[in-house]
């Protein structure tokens, strides 16, 4: 049974800086593929970021350098570190197993808000 919790959001002036975390269990970063996505009101949720099993990021378009995923295989937890914040990265940001997320399933945990402000 695999169990998030999302961590680190809050808000931020356009900008900034926040640094989200996503502690685990019944996941092993060094066999699963991990995603960070994220839900702004009314839109879609859409893909920010991808951590592989060997520890490679990819990244959404939207991002364009300003993001950086990673993950401690000894904690088996999950960051993503956002710079250059605009308003229009205002939403609710969870992360989740590749495997799941690509099914389409609801994300594992209750995400955690990120709030741009002008």
């Known amino acids: 049974q695999v169990h998030v919790t999302e961590s680190g959001g809050g808000l931020v002036q356009s900008g900034g800086s926040l640094r989200l975390s996503c502690a685990t269990s019944?996941?092993?970063?060094?066999?699963?593929?991990m995603v960070w996505i994220r839900q702004a009101p009314g839109k879609q949720r859409e893909l920010v970021a991808v951590?592989?099993?060997?520890?490679?990021?990819f990244y959404g378009d939207f991002v364009k350098g300003r993001f950086s995923i990673s993950g401690d295989n000894g904690t088996n937890t999950v960051y993503l570190q956002m710079n250059d914040l605009t308003p229009e990265d205002t939403a609710v940001y969870y992360c989740?197993?590749?495997?799941?997320?690509?099914?389409?399933?609801?994300?594992w945990g209750p995400g955690t808000q990120v709030t741009v402000s002008l």
């Open positions: 989740d197993t590749f495997i799941h997320w690509r099914r389409g399933a609801s994300p």
């Open positions: 951590l592989t099993s060997s520890g490679a990021g």
């Open positions: 019944g996941v092993i970063l060094s066999s699963d593929a």
